[in-house]
């Protein structure tokens, strides 16, 4: 079972910052924090990933609190494409198998 | 940027077939992966691979196979399809390289249904 919480669901308007939040209270020294997105009908796209401290790449930007119990997405500038189930993922760095993925926040970004 | 390629969108096949699932990457990856995904359920593990000619169980083998005959290929076997085999099928790869903290890269998935 997922090791993460991330509300069901959230709104953005298009052009504005999407802030994704994800707790992940029982997280390890070991364990990195991924996140992926499905849009509809497609597999699962890497996003971004990180172990303490902040990432950021061309597509998102991610903040990981100083006790890393709980991390936060940011998509700076939203657009209609990003719509989708953004999934947070707890993992340990040394078991490439371990992709446990929960129910996600079903992200939605308007006109 | 990675590719990793299956070989149906669709497939829809009868109970009691033999069906096969391709996937392949392109990025000389190690690691492969078959999960299936469910509605209300995530994505389970079915089987992975970390080399050639090898393979491992993940968390709901039964009713499936695996091969690995070449590094870039992968593919999932269910040998007398079931009903309850209809469902999104995702293939995913993954390097070990830089110590493991490598992300796994999915296809887009078959979508199969069993009559």
């Known amino acids: 079972d997922a090791k993460t919480t991330q509300p069901p669901s959230m709104d953005c308007a298009e052009g504005r910052a999407a802030n994704l939040p994800c707790n992940h209270s029982t ?20 996003i971004i990933h990180g172990l303490k401290n ?24 939203a657009t209609l494409r990003d719509t989708a ?24 970004v308007k006109p | 940027d990675v590719k990793v390629t299956q070989s149906s969108r669709y497939l829809v096949k009868r109970t009691g077939e033999k069906v096969f699932l391709e996937c392949v990457q392109d990025m ?15 994505l389970r593990l079915i ?15 039964e009713g499936y196979s695996v091969s690995r005959e070449k590094k870039e290929r992968f593919s999932l076997i269910l040998e007398s399809a079931s ?25 887009d998935g078959t979508r199969l249904s069993i009559l």
């Open chain 2, 47 to 61: 089987y992975f691979s970390y080399d050639v000619k090898m393979k491992e169980k993940g968390d709901i083998p």
């Open chain 1, 54 to 77: 902040n990432e950021t790449n061309e597509m998102a930007s991610l903040i990981i609190t100083e006790d890393r119990k709980s991390s936060t997405l940011i998509l700076p500038h």
């Open chain 1, 27 to 46: 997280i390890s020294g070991n364990e990195y924090v991924y996140w992926y997105r499905q849009i509809h009908s497609q597999g699962p796209q890497y």
């Open chain 2, 83 to 107: 009903t309850n085999q209809t469902s999104m099928y995702l293939c995913a790869s993954s390097s070990t390289r830089q110590g493991g903290n490598q992300p796994q890269h999915f296809g």
């Open chain 2, 28 to 42: 000389d990856h190690e690691n492969m992966f078959w999960y299936r995904q469910d509605p209300g359920l995530g």
């Open chain 1, 85 to 108: 189930v953004y999934y947070c993922i707890v993992r340990p760095r040394y078991n490439n198998n371990d992709m446990r993925f929960g129910a996600g926040t079903r992200l939605t």
